[in-house]
């Protein structure tokens, strides 16, 4: 079944995904700092001395754990968000991003496929029938919340 797809495309498929959604998330970040940066009392929080070491320790030391939060499952946005808000530069943010979706899109391209390939074993009907059970719990479980 999967040695058919072309894996260059879905690397850069899934690289492109990474990509976009640690870029947004990183942006919504800088967005959220710009905002809150200008009421008075947040401004006064941010102009602390506590924030300025963050920013000065996330400028400096930052780049590898946006890299290698792509590794981990459920600490990615938390640290593309926060490079975002402490203002990590985007010289250094970008190549972590960049090799860190990399990473990531090689983890899913090579364990992935090979854990799909393991459980599907080349039957694409099966693939057929857990979706359909997908959507059945779907309908069910919408079913139940209108009767609650």
Do not use: K
């Amino acid at each position: 079944m999967f040695s058919d797809q072309p894996v260059a495309i879905a690397f850069a498929l899934l690289w492109l995904v990474a990509t976009l959604r640690g870029g947004a998330t990183y942006g919504l970040g800088r967005g959220l700092r710009g905002a809150s940066a200008r009421s008075d009392r947040t401004a006064r929080l941010l102009a602390r001395p506590e924030v300025a070491r963050a920013e000065t320790t996330v400028r400096r030391f930052g780049a590898p754990a946006v890299t290698l939060c792509f590794l981990t499952v459920g600490v990615q946005t938390a640290v593309n968000l926060a490079a975002g808000l402490l203002r990590m530069p985007l010289r250094r943010y970008v190549p972590a991003l960049l090799l860190g979706a990399a990473l990531w899109a090689t983890i899913y391209v090579t364990v992935g496929i090979a854990v799909l390939s393991a459980i599907w074993g080349g039957h694409p009907e099966l693939l057929l029938v857990a979706l359909a059970l997908v959507v059945l719990a779907a309908l069910v479980a919408r079913a139940l919340r209108r009767r609650l």
